[in-house]
């Protein structure tokens, strides 16, 4: 309890009664933190338009007895604000914070997941800046990114069941990544060898240099892989 210092970004905003409003942060040191924000949509708060999604603000909370937390101070380190002026760019933003806020643990700290999630937002707003069109299969580039990041890194280069490095023509979601033509069983998914190769591309190649390719099979392979792990369905991938 008491007065604590953190940074983090500001994944989803919720009204509260006339002048308040909850906020959800994913932190640096204190993981995902719901807060209130006290007269906030008063047009003299003090807090302005810092505490809307897509920034990533420094902050000042007070932690109390209850669940939620409180902010007393903020201050806006980069905004991704613009990001919503495409669609594209909006709609794959919103669920790298769906996806994030379903893996993110309360009040448990993991900085890689704040380091993609930034780095998504930044990859997006750079397209809209730039007016280049936001590459469509970046959503499964972060959700493959960001199963990795919480421990289920798919297997892309060699047979999950055997090793092998040969006739790689599956993708096991169970297994956790992919199979060869002899190890394969019924349930499990048929990829190409061009899907492989591109699965290992989104894998290592960081958002910015990421353009768009004709993603095929990956968007669903990597949608269900996500379900499967993240245990719900995301309602931002049935939306496309
Ligand atoms: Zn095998």
Redesign the pocket.
């Known amino acids: 309890m008491g007065l604590y210092k953190d940074h983090g970004a500001v994944m989803r905003t919720m009204r509260l009664g006339e002048a308040d409003r909850i906020v959800t942060i994913l932190t640096h040191d204190h993981g995902k933190v719901r807060a209130v924000v006290k007269g906030v949509r008063k047009t003299k708060s003090r807090f302005g338009a810092r505490l809307e999604p897509f920034g990533h603000v420094d902050l000042m909370m007070w932690e109390g007895r209850g669940e939620l937390q409180t902010v007393s101070q903020a201050e806006l380190v980069a905004s991704y604000a613009d990001l919503r002026r495409d669609y594209e760019a909006y709609a794959t933003a919103q669920l790298m914070c769906e996806a994030t806020d379903v893996v993110a643990p309360d009040a448990e700290t993991n900085p890689r997941l704040l380091r993609l999630l930034l780095a998504g937002w930044r990859a997006l707003a750079g397209h809209v800046r730039q007016g280049t069109p936001v590459p469509h299969v970046l959503r499964s580039a972060y959700l493959l990114k960001l199963l990795g990041v919480t421990g289920f890194a798919p297997g892309l280069r060699h047979?999950m069941?055997?090793g092998?490095e040969d006739g790689l023509s599956a993708f096991g979601i169970d297994a956790g990544g992919v199979?060869?033509a002899?190890?394969r069983g019924p349930s499990d998914v048929s990829v190409d060898p061009a899907s492989v190769r591109l699965l290992q591309d989104l894998w290592r190649t960081p958002f910015e240099q990421i353009s768009d390719v004709h993603a095929g099979e990956v968007d669903g392979i990597v949608a269900r892989a996500a379900e499967y792990h993240l245990d719900r369905r995301l309602r931002s991938l049935a939306a496309t």
Do not use: M, N, V
């Open positions: 047979c069941a055997c092998g199979l060869c002899s190890c």
